[in-house]
Nanobody
Framework: QVQLVESGGGWVQAGDSLRLSCAAS??????MGWFRQAPGKERDFVAHTRWSDGMSMYADSVKGRFTISRDNAKNTVYLQMNTLKPEDTAVYYC?????????????????WGQGIQVIVSS
């Protein structure tokens, strides 16, 4: 049974940092990423990384502040979030794909975590 378990969310002040973790179990994945959904808004792409070549991609809104990384041995992907802003407040979802072609739209992702709340106060 495949599971994606997110951890590391919380409530922080603007300018603070958080690190999200997503531990996958049941199988390994070619691509893993993070999406987020703010209240009243659609789900947005944040970042993803591909196991095969280490390619990483970021949304413009988080470039330079967020870093995605992976630990293959632990089958875990991380999202280091620095210089957090109130507009980063959202539920963050981990996603995993069996192939290298998963898209920032969310297409191609096979599995999703349950989400974890991040609140950034000003």
């Amino acid at each position: 049974q495949v599971q994606l378990v997110e951890s590391g969310g919380g409530w922080v002040q603007a300018g603070d940092s958080l690190r999200l973790s997503c531990a996958a179990s049941g199988r390994t994945f070619s691509t893993m990423g993070w999406f987020r959904q703010a209240p009243g808004k659609e789900r947005d792409f944040v970042a993803h990384t591909r196991w095969s070549d280490g390619m990483s991609m970021y949304a413009d809104s988080v470039k330079g502040r967020f870093t995605i990384s992976r630990d293959n041995a632990k089958n875990t992907v991380y999202l280091q979030m620095n210089t957090l802003k109130p507009e980063d407040t959202a539920v963050y979802y981990c996603a995993a794909s069996s192939n290298d072609y998963a898209r920032p739209t969310g297409a191609g992702y096979d599995f999703w975590g349950q989400g974890i709340q991040v609140i950034v106060s000003s």
